[in-house]
Each structure stands twice: as C-alpha cells, then as structure tokens.
C-alpha cells in the first residue's frame, strides 16, 4: 500500500527560485492538507482541500499556492522562495468530514532555501 | 481560541516503565476528535490513538492508551512497558467537524526510553 506519496524528499533552493511539491495519495481520500514543520512550533497548516475542486488557506498561506489537481493529487508551489520558507513539508489526506478520521501522512519533503 | 498545549517539551523514561504524556486542549465545540501521532526520528508521522468528544470510554490501542477527561479539556497519552523504540516525538492533535475541518497540531514532546 502506498497511501500518501510526496516528492521529492529533499530539495536545495536558491533565494528566488521556485519549485512544486507533489502529492498524490492512493486511499480514495475526499481531503489533503499541506503543514509545515519547524523546531519548536509542531505543524502549521499552509493549505488544505476539503474535496475535489476547493481549496482554502490555512494559518500560513503566504508564500505558497496549491492546486488540487484530481482526487488524488495535491500540489504545493512555491513561487518565489524565500530562507524563511527552510522547512520539513508533509502532505496528509483523510476521508474526511467526520471527527473520527486520522490524517494520514506523507515521509516529507525537506527544503532548504540558501 | 482553539489551541492544543503539550507543557513538556522532553521527556525521559525507563525502559518497561510507564509514561504519561500532557495535551490539553481549548474548543468551545462539543464535537470534536483528539489523535496522537508518533514521529520517531526517520521523520514520519505515525498515527497511534483516537478519542472521540462523544465517547465515554478510554481509547485503547495496544500499549496506548488515552487518558480523556472531558470537562479538563485533557487528554493524555499512556504509553505502558515502555521500548526503546518508543523513543520519538509525540504529537497531540484535535480535530474540530465545525467549519473548515482542520486538524490543530500541539507542539510536540520528544519521549526519550533510557535502557
């Protein structure tokens, strides 16, 4: 079972440069989110789609767009990177609409921005 | 405000004893979710327990349980007969069904199981 699969795993950007992190998840899942996580702070919400063809931001938007581009696929942009934006990114699903619905993650992708 | 709080950044306990990890949380919400995640340093995120505001008894999982007291707004990981391979960062996490389903994340403790 694949469950939810990110790319790439690592990534090194220069300042300014873009970059798209992919997402795609293989468990029928109506919802996806993108957090972000840095020492200290847990994981913060970026974006997330609650079903196909919506999407809304969450507590750290700035910086970043998504496109939900099937039920399965997610994506994360990064249009112009910045050294802030130095962080671990798990992309997560779930079946979404109830309390009783674990998110389930990706590995993560870890960024640099130099 | 809605807000998850884990006050221990780092913990330490022996091997085969038993560990209790603090969340509370703030909701105003009568219906919502509280999970547990493990991340051990590899880096994923592992799902470990689930407690619902409606259930009435404790989750259990194995050697997890959840200690769920409702009206403190707690609820606490157990983890029994501690492993070293228990050894990794927890995370508790509610879930609120009201308004934009979004999962809020505490800010973790890291558990560390001495031999």
């Known amino acids: 079972n694949a469950g939810v699969t990110q790319t790439p795993k690592f990534q090194v950007l220069k300042t300014g440069q873009s970059m798209t992190l992919q997402c795609a998840q293989d468990?029928?899942?109506?919802?996806m989110y993108w957090y972000r996580q840095d020492p200290g702070m847990g994981l913060r919400l970026i974006y997330y789609?609650?079903?196909?063809?919506?999407?809304d931001k969450g507590e750290v938007p700035n910086g970043y767009n998504v496109s939900r581009l099937n039920k399965r696929e997610f994506s994360l942009r990064l249009e112009s990177a910045a050294p802030s934006q130095t962080s671990v990114y798990f992309c997560?699903?779930?079946?979404?609409?109830?309390?009783?619905?674990?998110?389930?993650f990706g590995n993560g992708t870890r960024l640099t921005v130099t | 405000a809605q807000k998850i709080t884990q006050t221990q950044p780092g913990m330490f306990v022996q091997e085969k004893e038993a560990v209790t990890l603090d969340c509370t949380y703030d909701?105003?919400?009568?219906?919502?979710?509280l999970f547990w995640y493990k991340q051990p340093s590899s880096g994923e995120m592992i799902f470990l327990i689930y407690?619902?505001?409606?259930?009435?008894q404790n989750a259990t999982e194995g050697r997890y349980s959840l200690n769920f007291q409702k009206a403190r707004k707690s609820a606490n990981l157990v983890i029994s007969a501690s492993q070293l391979g228990d050894s990794a960062m927890y995370f508790c996490?509610?879930?609120?069904?009201?308004?934009?389903?979004?999962?809020?994340f505490g800010t973790g403790t890291r558990l560390k199981v001495l031999a």
């Open positions: 996490a509610m879930f609120l069904p009201s308004g934009t389903y979004k999962y809020i």
């Open positions: 789609s609650a079903s196909e063809g919506t999407t």
């Open positions: 909701t105003s919400d009568q219906s919502y979710g």
């Open positions: 997560a699903s779930t079946a979404g609409g109830t309390y009783n619905s674990p998110l389930h």
């Open positions: 468990m029928n899942h109506n919802s």
């Open positions: 407690q619902g505001s409606y259930d009435e």
